[in-house]
Protein backbone atom coordinates (compact mmCIF):
# COMPACT_ATOMS: atom_id res chain seq x y z
CA UNK A 1 0.00 0.00 0.00
CA UNK A 2 3.05 1.79 0.59
CA UNK A 3 6.69 2.37 0.88
CA UNK A 4 6.38 1.71 4.78
CA UNK A 5 7.13 -1.73 5.14
CA UNK A 6 10.54 -1.68 3.44
CA UNK A 7 12.38 -1.69 6.85
CA UNK A 8 11.42 -1.80 10.54
CA UNK A 9 14.53 -1.07 11.75
CA UNK A 10 15.31 2.41 12.40
CA UNK A 11 17.97 4.52 9.82
CA UNK A 12 20.20 5.98 12.10
CA UNK A 13 22.79 6.62 9.44
CA UNK A 14 21.25 9.77 8.26
CA UNK A 15 22.37 11.30 11.91
CA UNK A 16 25.76 9.47 11.79
CA UNK A 17 27.41 7.00 9.70
CA UNK A 18 29.70 5.32 12.31
CA UNK A 19 31.53 6.64 15.87
CA UNK A 20 34.99 6.65 12.97
CA UNK A 21 33.31 8.75 10.49
CA UNK A 22 34.02 12.54 10.23
CA UNK A 23 31.08 13.61 10.71
CA UNK A 24 30.62 12.21 14.40
CA UNK A 25 34.54 13.07 14.89
CA UNK A 26 33.52 16.75 14.07
CA UNK A 27 30.43 16.90 16.23
CA UNK A 28 32.47 15.44 19.38
CA UNK A 29 35.22 18.03 18.71
CA UNK A 30 33.12 21.43 18.49
CA UNK A 31 31.45 19.73 21.33
CA UNK A 32 34.99 20.12 23.53
CA UNK A 33 35.46 23.40 21.65
CA UNK A 34 31.95 24.58 23.09
CA UNK A 35 32.79 23.16 26.55
CA UNK A 36 36.25 25.01 26.32
CA UNK A 37 34.69 28.41 25.56
CA UNK A 38 32.68 28.05 28.28
CA UNK A 39 35.08 27.34 30.83
CA UNK A 40 36.91 30.90 29.58
CA UNK A 41 33.33 32.99 29.55
CA UNK A 42 32.94 31.62 33.19
CA UNK A 43 36.52 32.89 33.98
CA UNK A 44 36.28 36.17 33.08
CA UNK A 45 34.87 37.37 36.36
CA UNK A 46 35.85 41.59 35.19
CA UNK A 47 32.98 41.19 32.50
CA UNK A 48 30.49 39.30 34.95
CA UNK A 49 30.65 42.88 37.53
CA UNK A 50 30.59 44.97 35.14
CA UNK A 51 27.59 43.99 32.82
CA UNK A 52 26.09 40.51 34.06
CA UNK A 53 23.35 40.66 31.72
CA UNK A 54 26.25 40.46 28.80
CA UNK A 55 28.08 38.00 30.58
CA UNK A 56 24.78 35.81 31.40
CA UNK A 57 23.44 36.36 27.68
CA UNK A 58 27.22 35.16 26.29
CA UNK A 59 27.51 32.36 28.84
CA UNK A 60 24.22 30.11 27.96
CA UNK A 61 24.45 30.91 24.64
CA UNK A 62 27.69 28.85 24.44
CA UNK A 63 26.51 25.75 26.88
CA UNK A 64 23.13 25.83 24.48
CA UNK A 65 25.09 24.79 21.71
CA UNK A 66 27.49 22.76 23.69
CA UNK A 67 24.42 20.86 25.19
CA UNK A 68 22.83 20.69 22.07
CA UNK A 69 26.15 18.93 20.50
CA UNK A 70 26.26 16.05 23.48
CA UNK A 71 22.31 15.53 22.95
CA UNK A 72 23.14 14.11 19.43
CA UNK A 73 26.26 12.35 20.01
CA UNK A 74 25.00 10.86 22.99
CA UNK A 75 21.38 9.89 21.22
CA UNK A 76 22.88 8.43 18.83
CA UNK A 77 25.17 6.12 20.69
CA UNK A 78 22.24 5.07 22.74
CA UNK A 79 20.18 4.01 20.17
CA UNK A 80 22.67 1.98 18.79
CA UNK A 81 23.45 0.12 22.08
CA UNK A 82 19.65 -0.01 22.75
CA UNK A 83 18.84 -1.67 20.24
CA UNK A 84 21.55 -4.19 20.69
CA UNK A 85 23.10 -4.20 24.19
CA UNK A 86 26.44 -6.55 22.91
CA UNK A 87 27.31 -3.60 19.92
CA UNK A 88 31.11 -2.93 21.83
CA UNK A 89 31.15 0.32 19.80
CA UNK A 90 28.21 1.46 21.27
CA UNK A 91 29.25 0.81 24.45
CA UNK A 92 32.11 2.24 24.37
CA UNK A 93 31.04 5.26 22.86
CA UNK A 94 28.60 5.64 25.72
CA UNK A 95 31.46 4.81 28.44
CA UNK A 96 33.51 7.68 26.77
CA UNK A 97 30.38 10.03 26.43
CA UNK A 98 29.83 9.63 29.98
CA UNK A 99 33.08 10.35 30.99
CA UNK A 100 33.01 13.55 28.29
CA UNK A 101 29.98 14.77 29.60
CA UNK A 102 31.71 15.61 33.03
CA UNK A 103 32.99 18.66 31.66
CA UNK A 104 29.48 20.07 30.62
CA UNK A 105 27.98 19.02 33.50
CA UNK A 106 31.18 21.12 35.61
CA UNK A 107 30.53 24.13 33.61
CA UNK A 108 25.87 24.03 34.40
CA UNK A 109 27.28 23.34 38.09
CA UNK A 110 29.69 26.79 38.06
CA UNK A 111 26.83 28.90 35.77
CA UNK A 112 24.30 27.76 38.14
CA UNK A 113 26.39 28.73 41.43
CA UNK A 114 27.04 32.33 39.57
CA UNK A 115 23.46 32.51 39.23
CA UNK A 116 23.14 32.10 43.09
CA UNK A 117 25.70 34.66 43.90
CA UNK A 118 23.76 37.12 41.81
CA UNK A 119 21.79 39.90 43.80
CA UNK A 120 19.09 39.77 41.25
CA UNK A 121 18.62 37.67 38.03
CA UNK A 122 19.38 39.38 34.92
CA UNK A 123 16.27 40.30 32.97
CA UNK A 124 17.89 41.70 29.55
CA UNK A 125 19.98 39.22 27.82
CA UNK A 126 21.23 40.85 24.83
CA UNK A 127 21.78 38.89 21.82
CA UNK A 128 19.80 36.19 22.76
CA UNK A 129 16.11 35.99 20.74
CA UNK A 130 13.11 35.34 23.23
CA UNK A 131 15.53 36.80 26.06
CA UNK A 132 12.51 37.26 28.56
CA UNK A 133 11.24 33.61 28.45
CA UNK A 134 14.97 32.88 30.13
CA UNK A 135 13.62 34.32 33.40
CA UNK A 136 12.26 30.94 34.82
CA UNK A 137 14.95 29.11 33.68
CA UNK A 138 17.96 31.61 35.03
CA UNK A 139 15.85 31.85 38.18
CA UNK A 140 15.66 27.79 38.64
CA UNK A 141 19.72 27.85 37.69
CA UNK A 142 20.27 29.78 40.87
CA UNK A 143 17.87 27.80 43.01
CA UNK A 144 19.83 24.62 41.96
CA UNK A 145 22.91 26.69 42.71
CA UNK A 146 21.89 27.34 46.26
CA UNK A 147 21.66 23.49 46.49
CA UNK A 148 25.14 22.54 45.34
CA UNK A 149 28.24 21.61 47.58
CA UNK A 150 31.21 23.04 47.31
CA UNK A 151 32.72 22.98 43.84
CA UNK A 152 35.38 20.56 44.64
CA UNK A 153 32.63 18.54 45.77
CA UNK A 154 30.42 18.75 42.80
CA UNK A 155 33.22 18.09 40.87
CA UNK A 156 34.04 14.70 42.44
CA UNK A 157 30.51 13.98 42.56
CA UNK A 158 30.23 14.13 38.72
CA UNK A 159 33.96 12.24 37.74
CA UNK A 160 31.67 9.29 40.58
CA UNK A 161 29.09 9.31 38.45
CA UNK A 162 30.36 7.06 35.35
CA UNK A 163 31.97 4.40 37.20
CA UNK A 164 29.25 4.66 40.68
CA UNK A 165 25.49 5.08 39.60
CA UNK A 166 25.45 5.13 35.51
CA UNK A 167 27.56 2.01 35.60
CA UNK A 168 25.01 0.40 38.40
CA UNK A 169 22.69 1.28 35.30
CA UNK A 170 24.08 -0.24 32.48
CA UNK A 171 24.89 -3.58 34.27
CA UNK A 172 20.71 -3.53 34.82
CA UNK A 173 19.92 -2.76 31.03
CA UNK A 174 22.92 -5.19 29.86
CA UNK A 175 21.76 -7.90 32.21
CA UNK A 176 18.17 -7.51 31.28
CA UNK A 177 18.52 -7.39 27.72
CA UNK A 178 20.15 -10.93 27.18
CA UNK A 179 18.68 -12.96 29.67
CA UNK A 180 17.17 -15.37 27.91
CA UNK A 181 15.60 -19.57 28.58
CA UNK A 182 14.81 -22.46 26.76
CA UNK A 183 11.09 -22.66 25.58
CA UNK A 184 9.61 -25.81 23.21
CA UNK A 185 12.55 -27.53 22.62
CA UNK A 186 15.21 -25.69 20.22
CA UNK A 187 13.84 -22.47 20.68
CA UNK A 188 14.54 -19.38 23.27
CA UNK A 189 12.65 -16.63 24.38
CA UNK A 190 14.35 -13.13 25.49
CA UNK A 191 13.05 -11.74 29.37
CA UNK A 192 10.99 -9.17 27.23
CA UNK A 193 9.56 -11.75 25.02
CA UNK A 194 8.37 -14.00 28.11
CA UNK A 195 6.94 -10.55 29.40
CA UNK A 196 4.79 -9.77 26.20
CA UNK A 197 3.50 -13.32 26.66
CA UNK A 198 1.03 -11.96 29.38
CA UNK A 199 -0.56 -10.50 26.83
CA UNK A 200 -1.53 -14.15 25.54
CA UNK A 201 -4.96 -15.47 25.18
CA UNK A 202 -4.44 -18.85 26.66
CA UNK A 203 -4.00 -18.53 30.65
CA UNK A 204 -1.58 -21.61 30.65
CA UNK A 205 0.73 -19.68 28.51
CA UNK A 206 0.95 -16.50 30.69
CA UNK A 207 1.43 -18.65 33.70
CA UNK A 208 4.35 -20.39 31.85
CA UNK A 209 5.95 -17.51 30.63
CA UNK A 210 5.19 -15.88 33.92
CA UNK A 211 7.01 -18.61 36.02
CA UNK A 212 10.24 -18.86 33.81
CA UNK A 213 10.57 -15.50 34.20
CA UNK A 214 10.31 -15.70 37.89
CA UNK A 215 12.85 -17.92 36.94
CA UNK A 216 15.42 -15.62 35.02
CA UNK A 217 15.41 -12.80 37.53
CA UNK A 218 16.04 -15.03 40.14
CA UNK A 219 19.53 -16.13 38.06
CA UNK A 220 20.26 -12.58 37.94
CA UNK A 221 18.92 -11.21 41.72
CA UNK A 222 22.21 -11.18 43.13
CA UNK A 223 23.88 -8.53 40.80
CA UNK A 224 20.73 -6.36 40.17
CA UNK A 225 20.41 -5.99 44.17
CA UNK A 226 23.97 -4.57 43.76
CA UNK A 227 22.97 -2.59 41.07
CA UNK A 228 19.81 -1.08 42.76
CA UNK A 229 21.68 -0.47 46.14
CA UNK A 230 24.49 1.01 44.74
CA UNK A 231 21.79 3.29 42.64
CA UNK A 232 20.03 4.13 45.57
CA UNK A 233 22.95 4.42 48.02
CA UNK A 234 24.85 7.00 45.44
CA UNK A 235 21.35 9.12 45.32
CA UNK A 236 21.09 9.46 48.96
CA UNK A 237 24.40 10.32 50.24
CA UNK A 238 24.03 12.91 47.07
CA UNK A 239 20.71 14.63 48.00
CA UNK A 240 21.84 14.41 51.86
CA UNK A 241 25.02 16.21 51.20
CA UNK A 242 23.07 18.89 48.67
CA UNK A 243 20.16 19.64 51.30
CA UNK A 244 17.30 17.98 50.07
CA UNK A 245 15.48 16.47 52.74
CA UNK A 246 15.21 13.34 51.29
CA UNK A 247 15.39 12.43 47.21
CA UNK A 248 11.75 12.97 47.05
CA UNK A 249 12.20 16.32 47.59
CA UNK A 250 14.79 16.48 45.00
CA UNK A 251 12.47 14.70 42.67
CA UNK A 252 9.25 16.91 43.32
CA UNK A 253 11.71 19.92 42.38
CA UNK A 254 13.02 18.31 39.42
CA UNK A 255 9.14 18.01 38.25
CA UNK A 256 8.86 21.69 38.83
CA UNK A 257 5.94 20.51 41.07
CA UNK A 258 4.89 22.10 44.04
CA UNK A 259 4.40 20.46 47.59
CA UNK A 260 1.05 21.68 47.31
CA UNK A 261 -0.09 20.10 43.54
CA UNK A 262 2.13 17.02 45.08
CA UNK A 263 -0.35 16.20 47.61
CA UNK A 264 -3.31 16.91 45.46
CA UNK A 265 -2.14 13.95 42.87
CA UNK A 266 -1.26 11.58 45.81
CA UNK A 267 -4.52 11.79 47.19
CA UNK A 268 -6.29 11.79 44.20
CA UNK A 269 -4.63 8.14 43.37
CA UNK A 270 -5.19 7.10 47.18
CA UNK A 271 -8.78 7.93 46.60
CA UNK A 272 -9.53 6.13 43.48
CA UNK A 273 -7.56 3.03 44.13
CA UNK A 274 -11.32 1.45 44.29
CA UNK A 275 -11.93 2.46 40.70
CA UNK A 276 -9.11 0.55 39.36
CA UNK A 277 -10.20 -2.62 41.60
CA UNK A 278 -13.64 -2.69 40.43
CA UNK A 279 -12.49 -3.12 36.93
CA UNK A 280 -10.08 -5.71 37.95
CA UNK A 281 -12.70 -7.77 39.75
CA UNK A 282 -14.80 -6.92 36.33
CA UNK A 283 -12.35 -8.19 34.74
CA UNK A 284 -11.95 -11.64 36.93
CA UNK A 285 -15.28 -11.91 36.97
CA UNK A 286 -15.27 -12.07 32.98
CA UNK A 287 -12.38 -14.74 32.75
CA UNK A 288 -14.09 -16.76 34.95
CA UNK A 289 -11.62 -16.53 37.57
CA UNK A 290 -13.84 -15.61 40.84
CA UNK A 291 -12.47 -12.31 42.27
CA UNK A 292 -9.03 -12.01 42.16
CA UNK A 293 -6.11 -12.27 39.17
CA UNK A 294 -2.78 -13.37 39.44
CA UNK A 295 -0.59 -10.87 38.62
CA UNK A 296 -0.32 -12.74 34.98
CA UNK A 297 -3.69 -12.36 34.33
CA UNK A 298 -3.14 -8.59 34.27
CA UNK A 299 -2.73 -8.12 30.66
CA UNK A 300 -4.45 -10.58 29.28
CA UNK A 301 -7.26 -10.02 26.59
CA UNK A 302 -10.98 -9.52 27.28
CA UNK A 303 -13.23 -9.02 24.81
CA UNK A 304 -12.45 -9.76 21.22
CA UNK A 305 -8.76 -8.45 20.77
CA UNK A 306 -8.06 -7.30 17.49
CA UNK A 307 -4.81 -8.52 16.13
CA UNK A 308 -3.02 -5.77 14.80
CA UNK A 309 -0.43 -5.82 11.75
CA UNK A 310 2.42 -3.31 11.79
CA UNK A 311 0.81 -1.51 8.48
CA UNK A 312 -2.44 -1.39 10.28
CA UNK A 313 -1.31 0.28 13.25
CA UNK A 314 0.89 2.88 11.00
CA UNK A 315 -2.12 3.70 9.32
CA UNK A 316 -4.51 3.69 12.45
CA UNK A 317 -2.38 6.10 14.27
CA UNK A 318 -2.00 8.67 11.10
CA UNK A 319 -5.79 8.52 10.93
CA UNK A 320 -6.52 9.13 14.26
CA UNK A 321 -3.60 12.18 14.22
CA UNK A 322 -5.38 13.71 11.61
CA UNK A 323 -8.43 14.35 13.76
CA UNK A 324 -6.81 16.73 15.21
CA UNK A 325 -4.77 18.10 12.49
CA UNK A 326 -3.13 17.36 9.06
CA UNK A 327 -0.08 19.00 9.75
CA UNK A 328 0.04 16.17 12.91
CA UNK A 329 -0.78 13.35 10.60
CA UNK A 330 1.46 14.54 8.10
CA UNK A 331 4.43 14.64 10.87
CA UNK A 332 3.29 10.63 11.77
CA UNK A 333 3.52 9.81 8.02
CA UNK A 334 7.17 11.35 8.10
CA UNK A 335 8.56 9.41 11.18
CA UNK A 336 7.24 6.41 9.25
CA UNK A 337 8.37 7.05 5.87
CA UNK A 338 12.02 8.05 7.32
CA UNK A 339 12.33 5.01 9.41
CA UNK A 340 12.33 6.89 12.97
CA UNK A 341 10.86 3.64 14.33
CA UNK A 342 12.98 0.33 15.72
CA UNK A 343 10.10 -1.75 15.59
CA UNK A 344 10.51 -5.51 17.15
CA UNK A 345 11.72 -7.07 19.99
CA UNK A 346 15.37 -8.85 19.33
CA UNK A 347 18.05 -10.65 21.36
CA UNK A 348 20.27 -8.02 22.63
CA UNK A 349 17.75 -5.20 22.66
CA UNK A 350 16.21 -3.23 25.72
CA UNK A 351 12.74 -3.85 26.67
CA UNK A 352 9.62 -1.28 26.91
CA UNK A 353 9.64 1.88 24.39
CA UNK A 354 10.65 5.20 24.37
CA UNK A 355 11.32 8.02 21.78
CA UNK A 356 14.91 9.64 21.58
CA UNK A 357 15.68 13.48 20.12
CA UNK A 358 18.61 14.87 18.42
CA UNK A 359 18.50 18.28 18.52
CA UNK A 360 20.73 19.32 15.94
CA UNK A 361 19.50 17.07 12.57
CA UNK A 362 15.68 18.63 14.23
CA UNK A 363 13.91 14.96 14.46
CA UNK A 364 13.05 12.10 16.74
CA UNK A 365 13.95 7.81 16.74
CA UNK A 366 11.69 5.63 18.71
CA UNK A 367 12.15 2.03 19.65
CA UNK A 368 9.42 -0.11 19.79
CA UNK A 369 8.77 -3.56 20.77
CA UNK A 370 5.88 -4.40 18.88
CA UNK A 371 3.55 -7.39 19.11
CA UNK A 372 0.53 -7.39 17.42
CA UNK A 373 -1.36 -6.29 20.46
CA UNK A 374 -3.70 -3.33 20.53
CA UNK A 375 -1.62 -2.04 23.33
CA UNK A 376 1.70 -2.17 21.11
CA UNK A 377 -0.38 -0.15 18.45
CA UNK A 378 -1.01 2.75 21.22
CA UNK A 379 2.30 2.94 22.43
CA UNK A 380 3.12 3.95 18.54
CA UNK A 381 0.49 6.55 18.90
CA UNK A 382 2.24 7.52 22.17
CA UNK A 383 5.86 7.38 21.23
CA UNK A 384 5.45 9.51 18.08
CA UNK A 385 3.58 12.06 20.49
CA UNK A 386 6.91 12.51 22.62
CA UNK A 387 8.54 13.03 18.83
CA UNK A 388 5.60 15.73 18.31
CA UNK A 389 6.82 17.40 21.66
CA UNK A 390 10.19 17.67 20.10
CA UNK A 391 9.24 19.00 17.02
CA UNK A 392 7.42 21.18 18.48
CA UNK A 393 10.64 22.43 20.41
CA UNK A 394 13.26 21.88 17.62
CA UNK A 395 14.60 25.07 17.13
CA UNK A 396 14.77 26.23 20.80
CA UNK A 397 17.65 26.70 22.24
CA UNK A 398 18.65 23.58 24.70
CA UNK A 399 17.67 26.04 27.64
CA UNK A 400 14.22 26.28 26.61
CA UNK A 401 13.93 23.15 25.64
CA UNK A 402 14.54 20.91 28.93
CA UNK A 403 11.12 20.28 30.22
CA UNK A 404 10.80 17.87 33.53
CA UNK A 405 9.15 14.51 33.60
CA UNK A 406 5.67 15.44 34.49
CA UNK A 407 5.13 17.49 32.04
CA UNK A 408 7.02 15.13 29.69
CA UNK A 409 4.10 12.64 28.62
CA UNK A 410 1.68 15.26 28.05
CA UNK A 411 1.88 15.21 24.14
CA UNK A 412 2.07 11.33 24.53
CA UNK A 413 -0.56 10.98 26.43
CA UNK A 414 -2.69 13.20 24.41
CA UNK A 415 -1.77 11.24 21.45
CA UNK A 416 -2.72 8.05 22.61
CA UNK A 417 -6.13 9.15 23.55
CA UNK A 418 -6.37 10.33 20.04
CA UNK A 419 -5.79 6.88 18.92
CA UNK A 420 -7.96 5.48 21.62
CA UNK A 421 -11.02 7.30 20.92
CA UNK A 422 -10.35 7.10 17.05
CA UNK A 423 -10.50 3.25 17.70
CA UNK A 424 -13.17 2.50 20.05
CA UNK A 425 -15.45 4.80 17.76
CA UNK A 426 -15.08 2.25 15.26
CA UNK A 427 -15.53 -1.05 17.00
CA UNK A 428 -17.99 -3.25 17.22
CA UNK A 429 -19.39 -4.23 20.53
CA UNK A 430 -16.97 -7.13 21.24
CA UNK A 431 -14.38 -5.36 19.75
CA UNK A 432 -15.22 -1.72 21.85
CA UNK A 433 -14.51 -4.15 25.59
CA UNK A 434 -11.20 -5.35 23.80
CA UNK A 435 -10.34 -1.52 23.56
CA UNK A 436 -11.80 -0.47 26.69
CA UNK A 437 -9.45 -3.49 28.35
CA UNK A 438 -6.59 -1.72 26.60
CA UNK A 439 -7.37 1.50 27.58
CA UNK A 440 -7.92 0.58 31.58
CA UNK A 441 -4.85 -1.82 31.06
CA UNK A 442 -2.63 1.23 30.36
CA UNK A 443 -4.45 3.74 33.47
CA UNK A 444 -4.09 0.94 35.83
CA UNK A 445 -0.66 0.68 35.10
CA UNK A 446 -0.04 4.48 35.35
CA UNK A 447 -2.20 4.80 38.29
CA UNK A 448 -1.89 1.59 40.60
CA UNK A 449 1.47 -0.16 39.33
CA UNK A 450 3.29 3.56 39.34
CA UNK A 451 1.47 3.94 42.78
CA UNK A 452 3.43 0.50 44.27
CA UNK A 453 6.43 1.40 42.74
CA UNK A 454 6.04 4.72 44.49
CA UNK A 455 5.41 2.84 48.03
CA UNK A 456 8.23 0.67 47.19
CA UNK A 457 10.99 3.40 46.19
CA UNK A 458 9.65 5.42 49.50
CA UNK A 459 10.28 2.24 51.41
CA UNK A 460 13.61 1.45 49.57
CA UNK A 461 15.11 4.68 50.35
CA UNK A 462 14.15 4.36 53.68
CA UNK A 463 15.87 0.88 54.89
CA UNK A 464 18.55 2.54 52.38
CA UNK A 465 19.54 4.93 54.69
CA UNK A 466 21.19 2.77 56.96
CA UNK A 467 22.07 -0.67 55.21
CA UNK A 468 22.05 -3.11 52.01
CA UNK A 469 19.05 -4.71 51.59
CA UNK A 470 19.20 -8.40 49.74
CA UNK A 471 17.36 -9.58 47.45
CA UNK A 472 14.77 -11.23 49.43
CA UNK A 473 14.10 -7.58 51.35
CA UNK A 474 13.73 -5.72 47.94
CA UNK A 475 11.32 -8.89 47.12
CA UNK A 476 9.27 -8.63 50.37
CA UNK A 477 9.11 -4.50 50.01
CA UNK A 478 7.82 -4.98 46.46
CA UNK A 479 4.73 -7.74 47.26
CA UNK A 480 3.94 -5.36 50.23
CA UNK A 481 3.57 -2.43 47.84
CA UNK A 482 1.67 -4.35 45.17
CA UNK A 483 -0.93 -5.97 47.74
CA UNK A 484 -1.56 -1.79 49.15
CA UNK A 485 -1.67 -0.80 45.59
CA UNK A 486 -3.91 -3.27 44.17
CA UNK A 487 -5.54 -4.32 47.44
CA UNK A 488 -7.24 -7.81 47.79
CA UNK A 489 -8.34 -8.13 43.66
CA UNK A 490 -4.80 -9.39 43.49
CA UNK A 491 -4.16 -13.05 44.53
CA UNK A 492 -1.56 -12.79 47.76
CA UNK A 493 0.10 -16.00 46.04
CA UNK A 494 0.28 -14.68 42.36
CA UNK A 495 2.26 -11.28 42.58
CA UNK A 496 5.37 -10.15 40.57
CA UNK A 497 8.07 -10.09 43.26
CA UNK A 498 10.99 -9.11 40.93
CA UNK A 499 9.10 -6.25 39.34
CA UNK A 500 12.47 -4.13 41.15
CA UNK A 501 14.42 -6.10 38.97
CA UNK A 502 12.25 -5.81 35.83
CA UNK A 503 12.04 -1.74 35.58
CA UNK A 504 14.97 0.23 34.68
CA UNK A 505 13.98 3.42 35.98
CA UNK A 506 15.07 2.55 39.36
CA UNK A 507 18.48 2.51 38.22
CA UNK A 508 18.45 6.20 36.64
CA UNK A 509 20.62 7.40 39.77
CA UNK A 510 19.70 11.24 38.84
CA UNK A 511 15.65 10.71 38.56
CA UNK A 512 15.14 9.20 41.90
CA UNK A 513 11.06 8.42 42.17
CA UNK A 514 11.11 8.14 38.21
CA UNK A 515 7.14 7.02 38.69
CA UNK A 516 4.55 9.34 39.85
CA UNK A 517 5.53 12.37 36.97
CA UNK A 518 3.86 9.56 34.60
CA UNK A 519 0.68 9.50 36.72
CA UNK A 520 0.51 13.08 36.86
CA UNK A 521 0.89 12.95 32.96
CA UNK A 522 -1.90 10.48 32.37
CA UNK A 523 -4.15 12.55 34.47
CA UNK A 524 -2.92 16.13 32.77
CA UNK A 525 -3.22 14.61 29.42
CA UNK A 526 -7.01 13.20 30.21
CA UNK A 527 -7.82 17.09 31.46
CA UNK A 528 -6.35 18.19 28.19
CA UNK A 529 -8.18 15.58 26.06
CA UNK A 530 -11.31 16.99 27.92
CA UNK A 531 -10.67 20.45 26.92
CA UNK A 532 -9.77 19.26 23.17
CA UNK A 533 -13.35 17.02 22.95
CA UNK A 534 -15.39 20.43 24.63
CA UNK A 535 -13.82 22.64 22.09
CA UNK A 536 -12.00 21.30 19.09
CA UNK A 537 -11.74 25.12 17.28
CA UNK A 538 -8.49 26.27 17.68
CA UNK A 539 -7.20 23.71 19.86
CA UNK A 540 -4.39 22.88 18.30
CA UNK A 541 -2.88 26.17 17.92
CA UNK A 542 -3.20 26.04 21.70
CA UNK A 543 -1.53 22.45 22.36
CA UNK A 544 1.37 23.40 20.50
CA UNK A 545 1.72 26.34 22.67
CA UNK A 546 1.30 24.58 25.64
CA UNK A 547 3.92 22.25 24.55
CA UNK A 548 6.66 25.31 23.78
CA UNK A 549 5.43 26.35 27.71
CA UNK A 550 6.91 23.36 28.89
CA UNK A 551 10.36 23.90 28.67
CA UNK A 552 9.77 27.51 30.57
CA UNK A 553 7.59 27.55 33.28
CA UNK A 554 6.87 25.13 36.46
CA UNK A 555 3.90 22.34 35.77
CA UNK A 556 1.50 24.58 37.68
CA UNK A 557 1.86 27.85 35.23
CA UNK A 558 1.71 25.36 32.29
CA UNK A 559 -1.95 23.99 34.03
CA UNK A 560 -2.63 27.42 34.21
CA UNK A 561 -2.40 28.42 30.61
CA UNK A 562 -4.92 25.07 30.12
CA UNK A 563 -6.87 26.58 32.61
CA UNK A 564 -6.41 23.98 35.25
CA UNK A 565 -5.27 24.18 38.66
CA UNK A 566 -3.20 21.72 39.47
CA UNK A 567 -3.16 22.28 42.91
CA UNK A 568 -6.90 21.57 43.75
CA UNK A 569 -8.46 17.49 43.80
CA UNK A 570 -11.09 18.47 41.90
CA UNK A 571 -9.01 18.62 38.71
CA UNK A 572 -7.21 15.93 38.86
CA UNK A 573 -10.80 14.07 39.39
CA UNK A 574 -11.15 15.16 36.00
CA UNK A 575 -9.02 12.56 34.76
CA UNK A 576 -10.56 9.52 37.22
CA UNK A 577 -13.72 10.50 36.55
CA UNK A 578 -12.92 10.04 32.37
CA UNK A 579 -11.67 6.29 34.11
CA UNK A 580 -14.23 5.54 35.85
CA UNK A 581 -16.88 6.21 32.78
CA UNK A 582 -15.01 3.55 31.13
CA UNK A 583 -14.99 1.14 33.93
CA UNK A 584 -18.77 1.51 34.18
CA UNK A 585 -18.79 0.69 30.65
CA UNK A 586 -16.54 -1.88 31.23
CA UNK A 587 -18.77 -3.33 33.74
CA UNK A 588 -21.86 -3.40 31.44
CA UNK A 589 -20.46 -5.17 28.41
CA UNK A 590 -18.14 -7.94 30.49
CA UNK A 591 -21.72 -8.91 31.80
CA UNK A 592 -23.40 -9.13 28.67
CA UNK A 593 -20.19 -10.94 27.06
Same mark, same amino acid.
Given at each position: ??? $????????????????????? !???????????????????????????????????????????????????????????????????????????????????????????????????????????? %?????????????????????????????????????????????????????????????????????????????????????????????? /????????????????????????? !?? =???????????????????????????????? $??? &?????????????????????? =??????????????????????????????????????????????? $??????? !??????????????????? &??????????????????????????????????????????????????????????????????????????? %????? !????????????????????????????????????????????????????????????????????????????????????????????????? /??????????????????????????? %??????
Amino acid at each position: MSS $FDRDTSWDLGSIFEDFSRPPY !RQALENYHTSVEKAKLLLDDQVTLRKDPEGWTASVIEVLDEASDLFEELYSYAYTRFSSDTNDREALNALGKLEEQALPLKQVWTRFQRAMASMETIPVRLPGLEQAE %AYAFVLGEAAELGRRQMPLDMEDLAADLSRPGGDAWSRLQESISANLDTEWDGNRRKTVTELRALAHDCDRSVRERAYRAELGLWKQAELPLSY /ALNGVKGFSVILNRRRGYSDTLERS !RI =QSRLSEKSFHALMKTIESSLPVFRRYLAAKAS $FLG &LGKKLAFYDLFAPVGKPQEWGY =QEAKEAVISAYRHLSPEYADFAERAFRERWIDVYPSKGKVGGAYCIS $FPRSGVS !RVLTNFDGTLGAASTLAHE &LGHAWHHHVLRNMPASLRSYPMTLAETASIFSEQLFFQSVRSQAETGNELSALESFLQDTTQVVVDIYSRYLFES %ALFER !RKDHECSPEELNELMLDAQSKAYGPVLDREKRHPYMWAVKGHYYNQDLGFYNFPYAFGLLFGLGLFQRYQQSPENFFSTYNQLLVMTGRAPAEAVAE /AAGFDITKQNFWMQGIGTIEDAVRRYE %ALSKKG
